[in-house]
Structure formats: structure tokens, C-alpha cells
């Protein structure tokens, strides 16, 4: 049907929107919707809006470590669970409060018995509901709070001018909880907009954590120049949800989940380079899946060369091992 905007369409209609790459012109007498009949200055300007630049992988970690490790908590709480979509239901929002009440201090008390310094990325909202996460995160002075929306809406379903006003807000959120501006950012859902590295950059950020193009840090790029924004690469094979759903299609018992991580750390390890893993409160936090990071985290210190860190410390220390000005 004419009238209706293809998805193809629909995604040139919000590249172009978002950062002024050219309109996608036809090959004569063909359709434009269609990715084959794309040109190629339209394709390269598309795949060029953000790009993985140079390796930041630094030749040796802190003491001398072999393998950086980055625990991430997503936060996510009630947001994922009806609040981003407006479906408000009660039986969903109650399994996010089991984060606030019941994981997110099962977690801190992991990390803090096991002295590894975390990074908590929070929509703010869930921030809101539950402030006395703050508290419980900050009491050991070694783990970091950091921005993953204003109530874990999509970017890319919003104009650019909405996005970073909810962005500004949440930081401000944060801020006000807290009583420190976070300097990370992490995408709800993993995903940028056209507009998403834009506003990341204006507001400032030390690091920016949501994109896959690396299992090492690395510098991102805009429209291929180099944007002084470090990238540190999240998967969806180094994250608790897909695989932790028990109604879901591909659950997978926590055990052997474990040593799949086990595996993409011992690799990291060999390679010298990176391992992150992220993680969600209200998903790792029950009682069977506890078990498997406790394990994870066991066989980490067992092999010891280990460098535990807040992904703005790994973020500081890459920069600096590449020479890139310091942000405050
Ligand atoms: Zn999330």
C-alpha cells in the first residue's frame, strides 16, 4: 500500500531528521524505500553516523593486572515493568519493587563481601521511587551511580529536542538524590537515536556504555571524526536478561549461564583485555541466580591479575593511558 510509511522509510525519515545525512536518492526510476536501491553516499553516511574509532585497550591495567572487570547493575526496577509503556499492571510492577526491596541490597552486599567496585546505572524514576538505593549503594564509597534515562524510554521513538530534555532531567534527578552528577551514560535498551551521541556529548560525559563494537574500550565516532567520548561495549551474551526469563523462549539454567561468563572471562584474561558484564537488580537478585555471579566472582579471584573497577575509573584510565584530556 502506497500510504503507508515502510519501515525502511521510516528509518530514513529519522536518520535524516536527526543529523542532516543526505535525503536517500533513488537510482533512476526506482523506489527509494528500498535499502538495494539506497546510493552508496547515502549507505556510507548512514553506517558513519557512529562509529567504533581507535582502540583504547591500554597496554597493562592497574598493578599491573591482566583483565579490567566492569560489573554493571541496570537498575531497572519498576520502569521495565510497565512505567516506559504507560501498561500500567500491578502484578508486573510488584516484580519491580523485589529489585529496590529485596535484590538491589542482596547485590551490594555481594559486591561489598567480595570488595568489588561497581557501577549502578539508574532511570531515574526508579531512583525516585526507591531512594534509599542511594544510601545502600554509596555506604562503602566505592561504587558508582550513574544515568540510564528518565524512566527507561526508548530514544529512538522520540524527536531529539524531547530526548534531551528527558536526559537533562534525569541527570538533575540523579543529582539532586544522590548529591553527585553522574558521568556515565547507559541507553535504555541499548540503543542510540540519531540525536543519542549529540546530546551525550553536550551534556558532558566521561563515557558512554550501551554500543558493541569492541569487547575492548574504544573511542567513538560521529560522522567519522573522532568525538573524545570513550565507549565501553556492552553484549547481549554478557547480560542477565534474555537469558534469566522463565517465560521466555531461551532461558537457561543459572549454572550454565555462568560458564558462558566464565568462559568470555577467561578469555578476556588470556587476550589482556576487558570483560563487562550487565547485569539487572530484579533479575540477578533472586536466590538461584545470586549463586551463579557468586561463582562468577569466585573464580575471578581464584585466578587473581584481576583489576575490579567503576566504569568511570576504567573510562579515567584508558583516557589517560592514551592521552586524551582529562573531563572533570
Ligand atoms: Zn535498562
Keep these: 500500500m502506497k500510504h503507508v510509511l515502510t519501515a525502511s522509510a521510516l528509518v530514513t525519515a529519522l536518520l535524516v531528521a536527526g543529523c542532516g545525512i543526505p535525503d536517500a536518492p533513488a537510482q533512476s526510476g526506482q523506489s527509494p524505500d528500498e535499502p538495494w536501491n539506497w546510493s552508496e553516499e547515502y549507505i556510507r553516511s548512514a553506517v558513519n553516523q557512529v562509529r567504533a574509532g581507535r582502540d583504547l585497550n591500554p597496554d597493562s591495567w592497574p598493578g599491573g593486572a591482566r583483565v579490567a572487570v566492569l560489573l ?12 516506559r509503556t504507560g501498561d500500567i499492571s500491578i502484578g508486573p510492577l510488584s516484580q519491580g519493587q523485589y529489585g529496590s526491596r529485596v535484590a538491589l541490597p542482596r547485590v551490594v552486599r555481594l559486591m561489598n563481601a567480595e570488595n568489588v567496585p561497581s557501577t549502578f546505572f539508574f532511570p531515574a524514576w526508579s531512583l525516585k ?23 527507561h524510554e526508548l530514544n529512538t521513538s522520540l524527536d531529539g529536542p524531547t530526548e534531551e530534555r528527558l536526559l537533562r532531567q534525569a541527570v538533575d534527578a540523579i543529582q539532586e538524590i544522590t548529591g553527585e552528577r553522574p558521568v556515565g551514560y547507559r541507553a535504555p535498551s541499548w540503543n542510540h537515536s540519531p540525536n543519542t551521541l549529540r546530546i551525550v ?18 573511542e567513538l565516532l560521529q560522522d567519522g571524526e573522532p568525538t573524545g567520548v570513550v565507549e565501553l561495549p556492552v553484549e547481549w551474551i554478557l547480560d542477565d536478561a534474555p537469558l534469566f526469563n522463565p517465560r521466555g523462549n531461551s532461558y537457561m539454567n543459572p549454572r550454565d549461564v555462568m560458564q558462558v561468563w566464565i568462559d568470555e572471562f577467561d578469555k578476556a584474561w ?55 584530556p582529562e573531563v572533570p
Excluded at 555506604?139 to 528518565?150: D, Q
Excluded at 537478585?285 to 566504569?311: C, N, P, Y
Design 72 to 83: 554493571s547493575y541496570d537498575v531497572d526496577n519498576e520502569t521495565v515493568q510497565g512505567l
Design 270 to 324: 588470556e587476550e589482556g583485555t576487558m570483560f563487562l558484564l550487565t547485569m539487572h537488580p530484579h533479575v540477578i537478585g533472586h536466590r538461584s541466580r545470586i549463586v551463579a555471579l557468586e561463582g562468577l566472582v569466585d573464580h575471578m579471584q581464584a585466578k587473581g591479575g584481576v583489576w575490579f573497577a567503576t566504569h568511570a575509573d576504567a573510562a579515567r584510565y584508558v583516557r589517560a593511558q592514551a592521552g586524551m
Design 201 to 218: 556529548r553536550d551534556l558532558g560525559f566521561l563515557y558512554e556504555s550501551s554500543l558493541m563494537a569492541d569487547d575492548r574500550p574504544y
Design 129 to 151: 521511587l526507591a531512594p534509599e538505593q542511594a544510601e545502600l549503594i554509596q555506604g562503602s564509597g566505592m561504587h558508582e551511580i550513574a544515568v540510564h534515562g528518565w524512566i
